[in-house]
């Protein structure tokens, strides 16, 4: 078993969860990893009480950004756009269950960074 | 100053030695070193010119009137002087830069502030690197002209009739193209471009950033107007690029930057400037970086750059051959390996360019991952990033065995 290409991380590369594009959508936010110039977006549908009811990324990437898209994607269904903010870099490398060395670690916040632009325009990495 | 050996010309089978960075080791593998169009590693020669530049000779050049000055400057001047007749340029009209993005730019300043105008065309290619693409942007937004771009087709060529029907217009002021792609390897035929673009009434820049380092180049049989390229690729130090202009565009070009060294007196409303090359060296040079290089060129030339431009030849027909063994492996630019250097951009199937290299690197076999500085070309390749690998004269095939290797591991980590 490989210790960063763990089978679930491979599944959620190859068959990402909540991808592609929603129309209508309430929010929405593109960004790019510097690093290679991949690109991740997100479509947010929010009901009136702030809650996102249903989300898609769309955008391409390595097994690392893009397996974190799709695992982050059923933890962030459910919770108020004020919350997205708050979730640091740290609750999304748990989250990942891998260990993510400095070189990658753009690519595993891509995601959350995409999130946190959607939610309150801050476009800068997570910490 | 001691003067530092060169090497005798010997088989390239032997440089490998000369380069203290390849006997790291990791987990008991040698590294093996693929990314040489990002950066070279250097020679001993060149480690230990700049190590004793420092010990034995450092002072600043040019004002001095001690002999440690004098040896300083003689030592710049004197790798100038020899890194000049390496490149086939004078010296007078061979400029330092930090590096050949800092080349292009004092050419986008100083010439095209004075030459280009509203309604004129600056003509690049999609192959170029963004080195070649921004600072004509910025010219070209800032004086009302136009941007425009020749295409590269399937197999990673460009189009003379094309560069024909662009020239047609009569609006072109200046033709900027790569010598060597680094994404494609693509070796362009600068020396037709430039008489082509000439006989429209077009000045010329070529980017031998990649060229220099591999191919026997004469920048003298090119005949641009400008040709610029960097030290670090050359297995010189960081910091040190170079600009070899037309003396008559030099001479009537506004210099880049003020400051010290670049005048010839200063009044207290206007100076006077330096004569070349020095009008366009503002302030204190990379001394040691200059005669790091000038060290690097003597290396390349024991060599022979016939011999390093078959050793790069050699290894690039190898890679394209064992690629095609690794399923799902696409490579892009020329196929002929006569038509291109030794830079290899490739794809596999299923597997992100980011994650190859990490599987790679943990053989201790280093790519690069990315868009390699190149947006618009790999928007027109229709990839987000590529892998690539490429190769100096330390290079082995052994290298890219391992290479291979490392893909088909890559394959197996991602079930393919």
């Not at chain 2, 295409?151 to 072109?172: F, I, K, M, N, Y």
């Not at chain 2, 290089?293 to 030849?313: K, N, S, T």
């Not at chain 2, 063994?325 to 196929?335: K, L, Q």
């Amino acid at each position: 078993m490989d210790a960063l290409y763990r089978d679930y991380i491979l599944d959620h590369y190859k068959n990402p969860r909540n991808f592609g594009e929603l129309e209508p959508h309430d929010r929405e936010w593109l960004d790019h990893n510097p690093l290679c110039g991949d690109e991740l977006g997100v479509h947010l549908v929010v009901d009136g009480d702030g809650t996102i009811t249903d989300l898609r990324f769309h955008g391409q990437g390595c097994a690392i950004s893009q397996a974190s898209a799709s695992i982050a994607s059923d933890e962030l269904i459910g919770r108020k756009v004020d919350e997205i903010p708050q979730l640091s870099a740290d609750w999304l490398i748990d989250l990942l269950g891998i260990e993510i060395s400095p070189t990658r670690r753009k690519c595993a916040l891509l995601s959350l960074k995409v999130m946190r632009g959607a939610t309150s325009g801050d476009a800068s990495w997570p910490e | 100053m001691a003067a530092h050996p060169s090497p005798a010309a010997k088989p390239l089978s032997d440089v490998r030695a000369d380069f203290p960075i390849l006997r790291r080791e990791r987990d008991g593998r040698p590294i093996a070193y693929l990314d040489s169009a990002a950066t070279s590693q250097k020679p001993e020669a060149v480690i230990e010119a700049v190590d004793s530049y420092y010990r034995r000779s450092n002072a600043n050049v040019h004002r001095g009137v001690y002999g440690l000055a004098q040896e300083a400057t003689d030592l710049f001047e004197g790798a100038r002087e020899r890194i000049a007749a390496f490149a086939g340029g004078e010296t007078q009209t061979t400029v330092f830069t930090r590096n050949a993005t800092e080349a292009i730019n004092l050419v986008a300043y100083a010439w095209g502030r004075t030459n280009v105008g509203p309604g004129d065309v600056v003509l690049i290619t999609h192959m170029e690197h963004h080195s070649n693409i921004v600072p004509w942007q910025i010219l070209c937004q800032e004086r009302g002209a136009r941007l425009r771009y020749l295409s590269v087709s399937e197999d990673g060529q460009l189009s003379l009739d094309e560069l024909d029907g662009a020239l047609a217009d009569g609006h072109v002021k200046l033709v900027s193209v790569a010598h060597l792609s680094n994404v494609l390897g693509t070796i362009n035929p600068v020396e037709e471009i430039v008489g082509r673009a000439r006989a429209a009434g077009a000045a010329t820049l070529v980017d031998g950033s990649q060229a220099l380092p591999q191919l026997p180049v004469d920048v003298s049989e090119i005949d641009a107007d400008f040709y610029v390229w960097t030290g670090h690729k050359a297995l010189g130090p960081t910091g040190i690029g170079v600009l070899h202009g037309r003396r008559e565009l030099l001479e009537a070009m506004p210099p880049f930057l003020g400051g010290g060294d670049m005048i010839s007196s200063v009044g207290f409303d206007t100076s006077t400037w330096n004569d070349l090359p020095w009008k366009f060296e503002a302030g204190t040079s990379p001394i040691a970086e200059a005669v790091g290089l000038g060290a690097a060129i003597d290396y390349l030339a024991a060599i022979g750059m016939d011999a390093v431009r078959a050793h790069e030849r050699d290894l690039t027909a190898y890679t394209l051959g064992r690629l095609e063994e690794v399923a799902g492996v696409h490579a892009f630019g020329p196929i002929d390996p006569d038509a291109r250097g030794g830079v290899v951009s490739f794809e596999l199937s299923g597997i992100h360019p980011h994650d190859l290299a990490e599987i790679c690197d943990r053989e201790h076999v280093c790519i690069r991952a990315g868009h390699h500085c190149a947006q618009p070309l790999m928007r027109e390749m229709g990839v987000p990033a590529t892998a690539r690998a490429s190769f100096h004269v330390y290079n082995t095939r052994e290298d890219v065995d391992r290479l291979i290797a490392a893909l088909q591991t890559a394959r197996e980590v991602f079930a393919l």
